[in-house]
Structures are given as structure tokens and as C-alpha cells.
């Protein structure tokens, strides 16, 4: 995993790329849909929004060690996702840029001493304050793709594409998934799964877009029939607890 400026520092540039594509948008092509199935570009961007704020929260709860006000749960993030989708393009963007910007500012005041600073995810989990970060970035760049503006799993950063592969492999280990390695050929790595199951290899992107669920595995070379996979992103391995 990058460390904590590292990872600041790719979160930002995400950002940057993503509000290029957003602040280009129309209000006709903000409804029109994305490539996840039953949203709109306007959900996808409401979405990272919402997402971005929940960080947010999380990082005030570690800077402080109290919960800034109530916390919103998943009805309540589903209502906001369906109240702020229909929005105008101009608005959505503005939403997105003040979520985002007020992410970064409150990450660079975290001290460095609560970077470390275990803090429940929605679904239950614990993970370290820092470990935001790299979820705010995975957000970022997988949901650039499934906005449906041009931009593909070959855009991804090479070390974004190898910090989720090699989580990924961890998590799918953890699992007992049957699968025994995945190649990354154009990257020079490999990740080993362990067990019975097939050795997966392609470019990089195309395998992290298969685990991700973004594409098929038609383009990846396999030495055996390929295994079912579990939903993604999968909470990864802890080497926090």
C-alpha cells in the first residue's frame, strides 16, 4: 500500500481528471445512463458525493475520537442518492467539487498521529483513518469508468491497478476463492491465491475490471475454468487489528 502523502497525492489527481470529464457534461447527458445498470451519470456522481462526505465523517471521528453528529445509514444514503440524481449538471458538479475539496482539506489536517486510528466502515468493519484514502481513490477511478464518458479500465493508474490487485488477491485468499494465481503481464507482477483453480493472466487493468465486475474475462488467459467471484470491493485482510 502507498503511504499516506503518496496516496493524498493520487486521490487529488483522480479528482482533477474526473471533474474535467464532469464539469463537461450537459444537464441531457447528466440523465442519461452510466454503466451501471439502473443509474444515471446523475446517480454516479450523487454517489461519489455522498461517499466522499461519509469519509468525511469518519475522518472527523478519528481527529476527534467523537462521532460529528449522527451518522447516515444506508436508507438514508439511498434517499439522498435518489433526491440528488435528477439534479442539473451544473449542480451536480458543484456538489461533487465542495464534497471532494472538503475530503482533501479535512485528510490534510488529520494529524499524524491519528492516521492510525481505527474507524467503522458502514458495513461493519474496521479499518485504519489513513486506509480512507485509498478507498476514496478506488471510488474515484472505477466510478470514472462507469460514468460511460470515455474513459476505460486502460486509463487506471499502473499503481492504482497494482495496490487493488495484489488487495484483492489477499482478500480472495482469505475467502478459500479457487483460483491460484492471477498475472499481471504488463505490469511484471503476480499475485499468488493459493488452492486448487486456474492461473488467470492479462494485462493488468482488464483483470482488475474482471474482479471489479466492470468486464467480461474474455480477454484473460486461463489454464482452467474460472471460478465464481465474490461481490467487489472486498474488505481486505486486516494487518491493522
Known amino acids: 500500500m502507498l503511504e499516506f502523502d503518496e ?5 487529488r489527481a483522480s479528482a482533477v481528471r474526473l471533474g474535467a470529464d464532469v464539469e463537461a457534461l ?24 455522498r461517499s466522499a462526505d461519509a469519509y468525511r465523517w469518519m475522518l472527523a471521528l478519528a481527529r476527534t475520537g467523537t462521532a460529528p453528529g449522527p451518522r447516515a445509514d444506508a436508507a438514508e444514503l439511498e434517499r439522498r442518492l435518489g433526491e440528488g440524481a435528477g439534479r442539473g449538471a451544473d449542480a451536480l458538479a458543484a456538489d461533487l ?8 482539506r479535512d485528510a490534510a489536517e488529520l494529524p499524524v498521529e491519528r492516521r492510525t486510528v481505527l474507524v467503522p466502515a458502514l458495513a461493519g468493519w474496521r479499518h485504519p483513518a489513513w486506509y480512507l484514502l485509498w478507498r476514496a481513490w478506488r471510488e474515484l477511478e472505477v466510478h470514472h469508468v462507469d460514468l460511460n464518458t470515455g474513459r476505460t479500465s486502460a486509463g487506471w493508474p499502473d499503481g492504482f491497478v497494482r495496490t487493488a490487485l495484489a488487495e484483492t488477491a489477499d482478500a ?15 505490469l511484471g507482477r503476480g499475485w499468488t491465491v493459493g488452492g486448487a483453480g ?19 474475462a474474455a480477454g484473460l488467459r486461463a489454464d482452467g475454468p474460472l471460478p ?6 472486498l474488505p481486505p485482510v486486516p494487518g491493522w487489528s
Open 7 to 11: 496516496l493524498f497525492g493520487e486521490v
Open 26 to 49: 450537459t444537464d441531457r447527458q447528466a440523465r442519461e445512463p452510466s454503466l451501471l445498470p439502473g443509474w444515471s451519470r446523475g446517480h454516479v456522481l450523487t454517489h461519489l458525493a
Open 97 to 104: 467539487r465542495d464534497s471532494l475539496d472538503g475530503l482533501l
Open 172 to 186: 480472495l485468499a482469505a475467502r478459500g476463492v479457487p483460483l491460484a494465481r492471477v498475472e499481471a503481464e504488463d
Open 198 to 216: 486456474p492461473v488467470v493472466s492479462g494485462p493488468g487493468h482488464e483483470l482488475l475490471a474482471w474482479f471489479a465486475g466492470r468486464a467480461p
Open 228 to 233: 465464481l467471484l465474490p461481490g467487489w470491493p
